[in-house]
Structures are given as structure tokens and as C-alpha cells.
T-cell receptor, first 118, second 113 residues
């Protein structure tokens, strides 16, 4: 009964290839996120979606394209992979998006996808 | 811009000793505050959080943290370290439900016997 799952867990690929990472949550949450953790373990937001609508789009190369077919899924497609894309990519979800304090703000993280570009 | 500072990238304690991991944030608006733990090759697990109400919050595995608005701090403590506490700890803030978490750079906790 995994809450937030990601596939694959490990991904080793050649420079220039195109790859996708899939994320699914079974928590009934409205909002999903992609974070990148670099080699120094620093975590930074890439994208977030609320009810399939793009909410946050940080300064990320156009080669990265998120897609949310429904509110339980948020996939990340990466074109023309570069060496610098090697990192751990985490998917997360939270209950809702809004200004009300007291709303459920906790973000639940998936196990991560370790991407290595050779 | 809002930021989170974790003092000490690496903290080493002996088993049974007090654990103190420091976190300060920069903001005039009280944020939501979180501590997450990451074990090797795993995802992030929520330890505890502060949103509103009581400023001393208790989390899992015997950890607790106190929100001090005057000091803009949210330090994490545990009275007695256990070997299984060795991991990477991240402090994070957000300012609205459903917005991005802003993370500190993390603190690696080592526990020796």
C-alpha cells in the first residue's frame, strides 16, 4: 500500500537519450511535485501540479517536461539527457493547494529515482 | 528571498548523547516548518512539523523541535541518540499549502558507539 511510488528506482542511460520517470500517489491528494536532489544532496523544486494544472515551473531547462494525465499521476520526461542531469529525482504529493492555514501541508515523498547519465 | 540555514553540515554524537540539529529561516512571515530524515538510498520521511498552535512539537523516533519566532529558529533535538538515528536531516519551510518546500542544505548525523 505504497503512498507515493516512482518507477524506475534506478536509471542509467547514455548522454543524448530521452527518458521518462513515472510517479503515482494513492493518497487522494490534489497536488504533486518534482524535486531534484543534486550530488551535494541539495533539494530543489522543479515543478508542481494541482489537479492536473501546472502551478510551479522553476527555472528548469525546456528538455524537462512534466505531464499529469490525472491528479494521481505526475510523470517527468527528459529529452536529450546531459551529464549534469545526473541526480536523484523525488516525486511528492500533498493534500491541497490554498492559503488557509491549518490545511494539510505535509508533502509525502516517493523513494526517488537515481538517474545516472554516462 | 526566503532561505533556510542549517548550521553544521555534519554532526557527530555518541550513542546515548543529546542530539541537537540547528535550523534557522529568514522570513518576516511565520512559515510552516518541517524536519525530514533521509536514510541512505531512500526517500524523505517526515519527522515532525509546525504549522500553528503549540510551539513545541513532538515527532517520530523520539525527536522534537521548538519553534521560536523571536529567533526564527526550529532546532531539532533528541535526548538520547541511537545508532539507527544516523542519517541525513533536512529542515524545510513553506508559506502556503501546496507550494514548494524550501530546503536547507542538510545535516549528516553520525552516531558512534
Amino acid at each position: 500500500d505504497t503512498a507515493v511510488s516512482q518507477t524506475p528506482k534506478y536509471l542509467v542511460t547514455q548522454m543524448g537519450n530521452d527518458k521518462s520517470i513515472k510517479c503515482e500517489q494513492n493518497l487522494g491528494h490534489d497536488t504533486m511535485y518534482w524535486y531534484k536532489q543534486d550530488s551535494k544532496k541539495f533539494l530543489k523544486i522543479m515543478f508542481s501540479y494541482n489537479n492536473k494544472e501546472l502551478i510551479i515551473n522553476e527555472t528548469v531547462p525546456n528538455r524537462f517536461s512534466p505531464k499529469s494525465p490525472d491528479k494521481a499521476h505526475l510523470n517527468l520526461h527528459i529529452n536529450s539527457l546531459e551529464l549534469g542531469d545526473s541526480a536523484v529525482y523525488f516525486c511528492a504529493s500533498s493534500l491541497e493547494h490554498g492559503e488557509r492555514r491549518g490545511a494539510e501541508e505535509t508533502q509525502y515523498f516517493g523513494p526517488g529515482t537515481r538517474l545516472l547519465v554516462l | 528571498a526566503q532561505s533556510v540555514t542549517q548550521l553544521g553540515s555534519h554532526v557527530s554524537v555518541s550513542e546515548g548523547a543529546l542530539v541537537l540539529l540547528r535550523c534557522n529561516y529568514s522570513s518576516s512571515v511565520p512559515p510552516y516548518l518541517f524536519w525530514y530524515v533521509q536514510y541512505p538510498n531512500q526517500g524523505l520521511q517526515l519527522l515532525l512539523k509546525y504549522t500553528t498552535g503549540a510551539t513545541l512539537v513532538k515527532g517520530i523516533n523520539g525527536f522534537e523541535a521548538e519553534f521560536k519566532k523571536s529567533e526564527t529558529s526550529f532546532h531539532l533535538t533528541k535526548p538520547s541518540a541511537h545508532m539507527s538515528d544516523a542519517a541525513e536531516y533536512f529542515c524545510a519551510v513553506s508559506y502556503q499549502a501546496g507550494t514548494a518546500l524550501i530546503f536547507g542544505k542538510g545535516t549528516t548525523l553520525s552516531v558512534s558507539s
